[in-house]
Every structure is written in C-alpha cells, then in structure tokens.
C-alpha cells in the first residue's frame, strides 16, 4: 500500500480525467515526487496525440505519460513483452488511433486486461510500430472496460489500417482462410473477406490491391517458433466467425493478435475421393513434391520420413485411380524411385495393376517427369519418345496409348516447365514486374517446343499437361491456346474450384491440362482434387517440426500441388475407325486440327 489510505485510493480512482489533457513537460514527469501516490501524476499526453495522424508518431524520442485502459495482456517473454492500452473515449479525429502498445515485460509491472493504467515511456517507432519502448513506470489505478470496434474488410481504397493500429477490433463479418503456410511455425493465418483469395494472372477480374485490403493477418501473440500448443489446424476455404483482437505491427504488416479464441467453420471440408469424373479413361496429372528414393536429398531425410511420405503419395493415387498418371517432381535415378511407387502402390491394389514407363531422355535435373498407366486398360502405341531439345531443363515424357483391345489413339505429352524460382537479375527471364515472376520467356519457349513436337511427329489426339509453372493467364498458357490447345479445367471446373496451388495466401492453377481440338470432343468432365493446395504443411510427412499427433497415412497434404483428373469418352473400333480425324483415329490435318 503506498502512502494514500485506501479510502484517499478508491475516490482517486473514481475521478473520470478530463477529455483535453493538459501537457505536462518530460521534466515535470520525470520529477514527480517518488514518495507521492503515482497515479497522482497526471497524463502528459493523449494516445491519440502519440499516434497521431500519419504512419509514424509526431512525438518519436519523447518521453510522455499516457492513460488508458488495458485490452491485452501479451508480457510473457515468450509473447510479446508487453500489453496493448486504449483510450475509452475516443477523441473526434478518425485518423488518429486510440490504442498504443507499451514494451513492458512483468518485471515492469504485470497487468491484467480491464486494469486502467498511466504508463510513462519513450515514444518509439519500432520497425514501423508505433509503440512506448522503453516504459520506466506503469501504475495500476483501477479498473475500466473498452469495447471492440467493429470494423468491416476490406480496407477502404487508398486507405490502410493505421487508424486503427494498435486498438481492440472485432470483425462483424464472416471471413475465409486464404493461407497457413506459417501455421505450425508462427501461428500465423491469414484471413480474407469476400471469400478466398486468388492470384491475379491465374483468371481475369482479379485485383491485387483489393487482394491486399481483404486481407487480414491473424497471429497468435507468440515469439515462439514451432509452438508446442497451436491455433486451430484449418484448411483454406474454412470460415472464421466473430474475430477480435488487438491490431498490432511487425515484419512489414498489421497483425492482430485475438483476444478471445476464434471459432471456425468447416466450410471446405475434405472430399474422400475426386469429384467423380465421366468417360471409359481416366487420366490424372499429380506433382509428387519430390518423392525421391535418395535420403538427405530434396526429399525425405530418413526411412521414417520415407515410409510417411510413400504412405500418403500411394494413398493419394489409389484415390485417383487412373488408368494414367503423369507424375512430376520424382528423383532421377532411372527407374529406381518411379518403380518403388509403383511396387507400393501395386502392393496395395494389387500385383501388376499399374506399370511404370521408362523415360527415354530424362535430363540432367534432379528431378524428371514419370508416366505409369493401367495395362489392363490401356496399351501403348510405340515406344516412348521426348525431347532432346535444350529449351527442357526436364524433357516431356511423350506416350501414345489405345483402349485395350483397340480404338482411337490419345497422346501424352508430360511436362514439368522451368520454375518460377532462382530468379536472374537482369536479361528477357528477369522478373519483368508483370506478375509472371521469372523465366517466364523460358517458359514460353517451352511451350512453342511442345506446339512444335505435336505438329512436327503427329502426334494424335494430343492432351499437355503436368506442372506448367504458369497460371491460367499467363503467357506459356496463352501461347498453347492460341496454337490451338483447349484448357479442360477452364471448360469443366468451375471457377471457384479451379485452383491447384497456394502461394502467399493465393490461390491458383499451377497444374494444367490442355487438349487438341479432335480429342476435346472426347473429354466429358474434369477434376480438381483439393488434397493439398487447402492443407497446412503441418500434415505432410516431415518429421522434424509437425506435432506427431498430426500425421496420418492418408492422401491429405501427400504434396503440394492437387492432382486433377480427366475423363475422356474414346470410341473403340479398329485400324481406320476413327471417326474424328485422320485414319486410325487420328488428327485431321490442317491450322488447329489437333
């Protein structure tokens, strides 16, 4: 008890302070007799006067003395090391923000939310927050209460969420989960208005800077990485209701902290099986995110890693069942890694039910292109062809295949194209700042090659697909439709489930399937399965951060890239019967006659 009686306390702290707070100089706080009652020192500023109305503080450096009342309590070393105050009577200017966060750890003083406090400390724009570091005193003089503003996503245009940094928020609207990549390490998601998110270049009416404002990041006041107890595990898709927090600032954006646990809707739930698809053959293309047979490599980095990830990659094909999957992102060690799929997957399902191709110019990458098929429903035409063309840093696996029993021919044409990664500084494959990331002249010339090896081999019934690398409208896409492919995502899936990827919280189709003319007749439906691109990382096989609980032998988060699957409708018959084309089934010659 400090020198007041506690009657002199309880009328000290039921005095409401003024709404104009008198400036009191540094000195006159700084002066204060230590033996008097602290809370007998009166503010020196308003924390809207701290915030002000720009971006950064007009009193930066300056000590002041501010009153208001505690919304969160984040002191923990492991936390934030410090608590969020706000003014509980606003003053009249919009712009400037009610609530300020003081750097103070419990050995400063330990605070409680609803405690009214003055806090005295330094102005400081830490890394863009505007915040008190260091505090030299924190008084406790009562209690008091602040309710949360509601605020409404998105962010009002040329407008941004400064005015209300730092203050107690809740969000009277539904919003959508558009990225966990940073849920298991940081408890970080973001959250987005108006439904999830999508790239710009992947379909058109996408608008980045209206992506930015609908998004709200949602962190979990922890500096801890990989978290023994996280937020909820959710999927992309899912709704989260009623959200309030604490709006704070760190490495480049607003972050609010909940101050009450947010509840979520399943509304993405996991599909057992792809949409199912029509036709007498199934062909899928699925990115196997580095299934390598290697240890330590791109892949797992131990048997048990292996074991997990073979358990989920054979899970997600069996759900597949195709009767031909193309396969990116597998080791190039000949057939050893692409044979040991098989083998487990055979295991499974039983002995002899998919075989594997041999490439026959798999490339120098660590990594090659993999095509297996069903031999009991399909048959090859030929031998195996690609590419020694030096635009392929992974050569096109080239197969041609009948029915069994005969029919009309369809081609596959495999791919992996050049990444959007290991960016060059300057040069036509530098980032031209366009949306397309780098090698994107690359890419396009990898897209005229395989235009030029449908056209040059007559290749019939052609169908391109795997990991373009490109989303939807994007110049490699571009280039293939207007040398007359057809996407049969864009024709069959609708829009809102077209998506195969998930990069910085957007969605869109990495992972393409592109059809000739003649065999377009053919396709009668097409698939997404959203296996992945919608799970946390968390779930996959890894082992050295993921809580253990997590993982199951399931196809869920089997990589990182959805498979998508196709049905074509192809008429039997025998040599000379194709009814759509050339003989044998095959392309009618001619501008786009493929």
């Known amino acids: 008890m400090h020198a007041l009686s506690r009657a002199s306390l309880a009328a000290l702290v039921a005095v409401v302070i003024p709404v104009a707070v008198p400036a009191a100089s540094a000195a006159a706080v700084n002066t204060a007799d230590p033996v008097s009652e602290p809370c007998a020192t009166p503010a020196s500023h308003r924390i809207a006067q701290v915030q002000g109305a720009g971006d950064a503080s007009p009193l930066a450096g300056q000590t002041v003395r ?13 936390q934030l090391s410090g608590f969020f105050i706000q003014d509980p009577r606003p003053d009249a200017d919009p712009a400037t923000s009610e609530g300020l966060f003081a750097y103070a750890r419990e050995s400063v003083k330990d605070v409680k939310a609803g405690d009214r406090v003055l806090v ?11 915040e008190l570091s260091p505090v030299t005193a924190v008084d406790v003089c009562g209690k008091g209460k602040v309710a949360a503003l509601p605020y409404r996503l998105p962010v009002a245009s040329g407008k941004s969420l400064e005015p209300v940094e730092n203050m107690l928020l809740t969000f009277p609207q539904p919003l959508t989960v558009s990225e966990h ?10 959250l987005s208005s108006q439904g999830r998110l999508f790239q710009p270049t992947d379909r058109r009416g996408v608008d980045a800077g209206l992506n930015e404002r609908r998004s709200l990041l949602v962190d979990d006041a922890s500096t801890r990485e990989n978290p023994a107890t996280l ?17 704070g600032y760190g490495f480049g954006s607003y972050r609010l902290q909940p101050t009450k646990p947010i509840a979520y809707a399943n509304a993405n739930p996991r599909t057992p099986k792809p949409f199912p698809v029509i036709g007498n053959v199934k062909v899928a293309s699925f990115n196997t995110l580095n299934w390598f047979t290697t240890l330590g490599s791109r892949g797992a980095n131990n048997a048990a890693e292996q074991e997990r990830q073979l358990a989920k990659l054979v899970a997600a094909l069996k759900g597949l069942d195709a009767d031909a999957v193309a396969l990116m992102e597998v080791e190039n060690n000949g057939q050893t890694a692409l044979q040991a799929l098989v083998d487990a997957v055979n295991a499974q399902i039983g002995a002899g039910t998919y075989a594997a191709l041999a ?48 029919g009309q021919p369809f081609t596959m ?27 994107n002249a690359t890419r396009v010339a990898q897209a005229q090659a395989l235009l030029g090896l449908i056209e040059d081999r007559d290749l019939p019934n052609p169908i391109v697909l795997g990991d373009l690398n490109a989303y939807g409208e994007e110049d ?88 998508l699957v196709i049905g074509l409708t192809l008429p039997g018959g025998g040599p000379g019967g194709g009814p759509d084309g050339g003989p044998d089934g095959g392309p009618g010659r001619g501008p786009g006659g493929r």
């Open 66 to 78: 501010v009153e208001g009342v505690v919304t969160a309590d984040f002191q923990r070393t492991d």
């Open 120 to 130: 005295t400390g330094t102005v400081t724009e830490f890394n863009g927050w505007t």
């Open 181 to 190: 990549y940073n849920l298991g390490r940081y408890g970080e998601v973001t």
């Open 231 to 247: 937020p909820p595990v959710v999927r992309t898709g899912d709704v989260a209701l009623g959200v309030t927090g604490v709006l």
């Open 359 to 406: 490439h026959p110019h798999p490339g120098t990458d660590a990594i090659q292109v993999g095509l297996i098929y069903k031999p009991a429903k399909l048959t090859p035409v030929g031998a195996a062809q690609a590419s020694d063309d030096p635009v392929f840093s992974r050569p096109p696996l080239i197969q041609t295949f009948r029915r069994k029993g005969g």
């Open 413 to 439: 044409l495999v791919n992996h194209l050049k990444s959007k990664g290991s960016c060059p500084s300057e040069g036509p494959d530098a980032d031209q700042g366009d949306g397309q990331s780098c090698w």
């Open 476 to 563: 490699p896409i571009g280039t293939l439709e207007a040398g007359g492919l057809t996407s049969v995502t864009k024709r069959f899936v609708p829009a809102a489930q077209r998506y195969s990827y998930l990069f910085d919280g957007l969605a869109g189709e990495l992972d393409h399937a592109l059809v000739g003319r003649q065999l377009l007749k053919r396709v009668t439906s097409a698939a997404i399965w959203h296996i992945n691109a919608d799970e946390p990382r968390i779930r996959d096989y890894n082992t050295e951060f993921n809580p253990p609980d997590l993982y199951r032998p399931d196809a869920y988060r089997s990589s990182d890239h959805d498979p």
